[in-house]
């Protein structure tokens, strides 16, 4: 019975294996999401450095740059801390140039508008009003002197735009240019009398004496707005001003020799290309000559 039981136990190795009967379903796999296409990465755009290639020089660069000038010859030069200049003195003298047109115009009021009046030709008898101006002696000196410190102060600002080289100070310059139109019409003065004492034509002398300063006065008080506009405004605005304050002068000069050469011309004769010469000699030459000796002794 033993025997029996253990042949029970012998597997028969004649059967056939039969297969597990769970069927096994194969799927594809899953692509995964986060997986990122090589095909669609761009290329690094970093080249890479051969043996060839010459690796980055920060003194080629400056070699090559101008503003640099590294190839250049050296030079020593000492900078200075940028000063803006102040212009308060400046607008405290103009001030002061309108205080005394204000004083003298409120002082002697009549003469003032006998002065604008006999320059346009307008109201009353021109000899009457001719008689007025010459009698008022102290009034015919401040408006005097309010045009030489007036035109003064013009070349002085003219003379700053310009840039000329002075090696004195702004006051030595103020005073020089004042001094310099103060001393050309004195001296055209007494030129101007000794002259007329000298050739017997004292009363045509006289005529073009007054002429000539009378314009003088009305050209002072018109070139103060100019005067404020060269001081303090724009470059764009000054230029503007400077020109047409340099059209008034212009004008002036002609208005002068216009209205000079009749009176003259009545008293004694004399032609308008003589006339003429004496202009360029007395009037024209003298200008040139302040601006030759500012250019070389300043």
């Known amino acids: 019975m033993f025997a029996v039981f253990a042949k029970a136990q012998v597997t028969d190795s004649a059967l056939p294996l039969?297969?597990?009967?769970?069927?096994?379903?194969?799927r594809p796999a899953i692509t995964d999401s986060l997986k990122i296409d090589s095909s669609s990465v761009k290329k690094d755009s970093v080249v890479t450095i051969t043996s060839s290639t010459k690796p980055f020089d920060k003194r080629t660069i400056w070699r090559s740059n101008l503003f640099f000038n590294l190839l250049?010859?050296?030079?020593?030069?000492?900078?200075?801390f940028a000063r803006r200049e102040r212009k308060d003195w400046l607008f405290?003298?103009?001030?002061?140039?309108?205080?005394?047109?204000?004083?003298?115009?409120?002082?002697?009021l009549k003469y003032f508008n006998n002065l604008f009046r006999l320059f346009f030709k307008t109201t009353l008898r021109q000899s009457?009003?001719?008689?007025?101006?010459?009698q008022s002696q102290l009034s015919n000196l401040f408006f005097n002197l309010f045009f030489f410190v007036g035109a003064g102060i013009y070349l002085f600002l003219l003379v700053r735009y310009y840039d000329v080289t002075i090696t004195i100070n702004k006051w030595e310059e103020l005073g020089t240019c004042i001094a310099l139109v103060a001393v050309l019409y004195m001296a055209k003065f007494v030129v101007l009398k000794a002259s007329g004492?000298?050739?017997?034509?004292?009363?045509?002398?006289?005529?073009y004496?007054?002429?000539?300063?009378?314009?003088?006065?009305?050209?002072?008080?018109?070139l103060v707005p100019f005067i404020i506009l060269l001081a303090f405004a724009a470059n764009g605005i000054n230029k503007v001003a400077l020109t047409l304050s340099l059209l008034l002068i212009t004008g002036m000069f002609i208005y002068r020799f216009i209205r000079s050469y009749l009176p003259i011309q009545n008293e004694i004769k004399v032609s308008r290309f003589h006339f003429f010469l004496y202009l360029c000699a007395f009037e024209i030459t003298p200008l040139l000559l302040i601006y030759k000796v500012l250019l070389k002794y300043f």
């Open 128 to 134: 009457q009003v001719k008689d007025q101006l010459v």
């Open 92 to 108: 405290y003298l103009i001030i002061g140039l309108l205080f005394f047109l204000a004083i003298i115009r409120l002082s002697y």
């Open 197 to 207: 004492w000298v050739f017997g034509i004292k009363p045509a002398v006289e005529t």
């Open 72 to 80: 250049g010859k050296g030079e020593n030069k000492v900078e200075e």
């Open 209 to 222: 004496t007054f002429i000539v300063f009378l314009v003088n006065k009305v050209l002072g008080v018109m």
């Open 18 to 26: 039969k297969r597990d009967s769970a069927t096994v379903i194969l």
